[in-house]
């Protein structure tokens, strides 16, 4: 297939049809796998979204033995409590976005090979206002490409909201991975979304909806899964929330659970998604 071929790739998304072009370039036998950013997403706070991209960090570092890095975007540092108990607040990660620093020198093992961490610290609480003084809306595009060479995924934990944050995620990452608890309003908080996106304009990432936090034996969940029978899901589980006391990913004192194997699950579907692009 030669070089700079168009492909349309139709996402069918909450009853709308989302249409993207995608140049596709074959890639040489010799050449490397490209690495791919996979942000988790939403307009919602406490749905799930640490709690996910801990869990697939873990997933594309143990079972796809990728070179992963977990980026943690979000002030709160939710992602960075759950995996670096060790991690020490350095106010630096708001500077990676100033160009002081380079994102290379804040990554840091986690005890679990092959997964790294970019840490948030308090020092994101200006973040906001950095971007939006830059005005450069491809700025963490341009960071995720000087770590190329280092990593092959890269997951990014981010706040809730249309940010500026938000912004620069839809600029650079390679797939949205939204999580979404189960209620008749499933359906309306992802037309929000594309609503959102469409209003912003330009491209975003294809999204994948994933239930979150589910509770079959609650009929509206149980409704929710047979309304949308393709969205992948993870159960309600004291097992995560044992994530928040011993401070590890799931699959690291949980790995032959359910709901270890449906983040597998979840985290293969991802890997099928990007490979497709
Ligand atoms: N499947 C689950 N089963 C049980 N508890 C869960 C599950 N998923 C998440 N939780 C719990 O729900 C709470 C919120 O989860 P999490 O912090 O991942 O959400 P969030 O979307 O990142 O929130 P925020 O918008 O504040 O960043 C946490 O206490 C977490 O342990
Ligand atoms: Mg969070």
């Known amino acids: 297939m030669p070089c700079g071929l168009c492909a349309r790739i139709q996402i069918k998304l909450a009853g709308a049809i989302v249409t993207k ?7 040489a036998k010799s050449e490397k796998p490209k690495m791919k950013t996979i942000a988790v997403y939403s307009l919602k706070g406490g749905v799930g979204k640490s709690t996910f991209a801990v869990n697939l960090a873990w997933a594309s570092a143990t079972l796809s033995a990728r070179r992963t890095l977990l980026w943690d975007l979000d002030p709160q540092a939710a992602a960075t409590f759950l995996i670096a ?13 100033s160009r002081n620093v380079d994102p290379v020198e804040l990554c840091c093992p986690t005890g679990i090979a092959n997964l790294d961490l970019l840490a948030a610290d308090p020092s994101l609480h200006g973040l906001e206002r950095l ?20 990593y092959e995924r890269v997951i990014l934990d981010c706040p809730p909201g249309l940010t500026e944050t938000a912004e620069q995620v839809l600029n650079a990452a390679d797939i949205l991975v939204v999580p979404v608890i189960p209620s008749p309003l499933a359906r309306k908080s992802l037309d929000d979304l594309v609503e959102t996106l469409i209003r912003r304009g330009g491209k975003h990432p294809p999204i994948l909806p994933v239930f979150s936090m589910v509770d079959r034996r609650r009929k509206l969940h149980a409704q929710a899964l047979e309304t949308h029978p393709d969205w992948p899901h993870v ?18 004192f949980g790995g032959q659970s359910l709901p270890a194997e449906q983040f597998a699950t979840i985290w293969a579907a991802i890997e099928r998604r990007i490979a497709r692009d």
């Open 131 to 150: 971007l939006f003084e830059l005005g450069k809306k491809k700025r963490l595009a341009r960071l995720l490409e000087s770590l190329e060479k280092r």
């Open 21 to 27: 072009v995608t140049q596709t370039v074959p890639m």
């Open 85 to 97: 108990p060790a991690a020490k607040a350095r106010d630096a990660a708001r500077a990676v976005f």
């Open 235 to 252: 159960g309600y589980s004291s097992l995560i929330e044992q994530m928040g006391t011993r401070r590890l990913p799931l699959g690291a």
